[in-house]
């Protein structure tokens, strides 16, 4: 459903990039964060990020780079035209009407068309997604399934397009389609039914996904399964987990002979750890000194303010190891406190919580089937 869309726009993507004269897909080879002498965006791990360079590749450098080529050939058509050889008797005309209306009028347009998209960005980094899923397992015969809109009456799913219905057999997960694939009743009602043109096999699932909060893909983005608390100080990072026993731990670079010489000045002691593909909110403040949490693989660039609590969010496409700095002045040593995140599997997540819980004197609160299975996972991915 998203390929041939994605594949167009990396197509367009790759031309705007060669206009503009930057080499930014450069850096597109898979986990590449840290690119010597690169001077393009880092590669985006999410739909958000993936849209923020949407919005600076398709729209802001064709602007600015028309904007600067078209200034520069009128400087340059000056110069040569109006010089006092080329032109002794200048012309003593001061207004001109049509002129004067142009430009201020064209401006203004180009503002415009810069800031519509960038308002629906802005609303989408700051609003936390609030999608909703319901599974169910076919039996062959069932045709309808239910959906409990039960949200706030500004975030009701509404539309076709609030809706994403897919249909996973264990070894393949099938995106349907509105009308062709599956019919809906009661938008805007409390309940929702999806009825099946086929009837899902036994054993297959039905996921119904619905929300407001749609990704430029079309994809329904789910509530948050977890929140990271995080808090800035002079000179790293605190980290918190709320919902699993709110242990925290403290996050600081590792000094120079600790680590490569690539991963210095981003690696640190310890990594924030989170599950892939799941929303994660993230509350930022400070209690010194005002930080900024950046991590420009996600497009997450938040200030870390004391007294105050910023929120935003962010849901990982991949699994790796992903490096972000303070980006506020905060001091003389705002430049050695980096951060970093690896983005695991659920079971790897599971486990990585319950040695955290360990290491705080708590019982483990994933069972132990899943754990088992989860060490493995995390020593496998292990560096
Ligand atoms: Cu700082």
Redesign the pocket.
């Known amino acids: 459903m998203t390929l041939p869309m994605a594949t167009s726009l990396t197509a367009v993507k790759k031309r705007i990039a060669l206009i503009s004269g930057f080499g930014v897909w450069a850096a597109s080879a898979a986990n590449a964060q840290i690119t010597p002498a690169g001077i393009g965006m880092q590669p985006a791990n999410s739909a958000l990020a993936e849209e923020v360079h949407i919005f600076h590749n398709l729209i802001l450098m064709p602007i600015i780079t028309i904007i600067s080529a078209f200034i520069l050939g009128l400087l340059i058509w000056i110069v040569i035209r109006y010089n006092s050889k080329t032109n002794p008797t200048p012309s003593k005309f001061s207004h001109n009407t049509m002129i004067e209306i142009i430009w201020t009028g064209v401006p203004v347009l180009i503002l415009l068309v810069i800031a519509l998209p960038s308002f629906d960005l802005l609303y989408k980094e700051d609003v936390t997604p609030d999608g909703q899923q319901v599974v169910a397992t076919g039996d062959g015969q069932t045709v309808d399934f239910i959906f409990a809109n039960d949200f706030p009456e500004s975030r009701m799913v509404r539309r076709p397009k609030h809706l994403q219905v897919i249909v996973d057999n264990g070894s393949e997960r099938r995106v349907m389609k509105n009308r062709a694939d599956y019919r809906v009743d009661g938008f805007g009602e409390a309940n929702l039914v999806v009825s099946m043109a086929t009837p899902p096999v036994a054993g297959e699932r039905v996921i119904i996904r619905g929300g407001r909060s749609v990704d430029h893909r079309g994809n329904v983005t789910l509530a948050p399964t977890m929140t990271l608390k995080v808090t ?4 790293g990072w605190n980290y918190a987990y709320p919902d699993f026993g709110d242990f925290e731990f403290l996050s600081n670079m590792l000094p120079r002979d600790q680590t490569t010489p690539e991963l210095y000045l981003r690696a640190v002691d310890n990594r924030i750890v989170v599950p892939v593909g799941e929303t994660v909110r993230v509350t930022i403040t ?1 209690r010194d ?4 949490w950046a991590l420009p693989a996600f497009a997450v660039k938040l200030d ?1 303010v004391p007294g105050r609590i910023n929120e935003t969010w962010f849901n990982a496409d991949r699994e790796g190891v992903y490096y972000g700095q ?6 003389i ?2 430049s050695f ?1 980096p951060i970093a995140v690896e983005v695991v599997s659920r079971p790897a997540f599971e486990a990585w919580v319950d040695s955290q819980r360990a290491l705080a004197g708590m019982d483990p609160l994933f069972d132990a089937d899943t754990v088992k299975l989860a060490q493995g996972d995390a020593s496998a991915h292990a560096e």
């Open positions: 800035g100080y002079q000179w400070a000194v005002i930080h900024a870390a303070c980006s506020e002045i905060c001091g040593k705002h406190m």
